[in-house]
């Protein structure tokens, strides 16, 4: 098991550079093969747009039974796990968009 922390983003993630680098992060601890787990102490906010990039790519690129079983999430409110699978249906619309050619 890995661990990835939140705490140095806090209190909140809004940076969309960051979150590309936060993703990059997580994806070099190979997720596919290992899980995560993600630390969210003393983070109280996320853009949508951050939890798209970081959670919803990674939702897309690993299929639901690979991101459910290797990425876990702790310290983690209400209100950002909202936000989280938010950005989830955002990534998947947006790519089911593309895929239409809309």
Avoid at 10 to 30: E, G, H, R, Y
Avoid at 35 to 64: K, V
């Amino acid at each position: 098991m890995k661990n990835y922390s939140f705490s140095g983003y806090a209190p909140s993630l809004s940076n969309k550079s960051t979150a590309v680098s936060i993703l990059n992060d997580i994806k070099k601890m190979n997720p596919e093969k290992n899980q995560i787990t993600i630390d969210f102490e003393g983070l109280i906010a996320m853009t949508t747009i951050c939890a798209r990039i970081i959670f919803g790519r990674l939702y897309y690129e690993l299929g639901p039974d690979v991101f459910y079983n290797n990425i876990k999430m702790k310290n983690l409110d209400e209100s950002l796990k909202i936000v989280i699978k938010w950005g989830i249906l955002k990534e998947l619309e947006q790519i089911s968009n593309q895929n239409k050619g809309l």
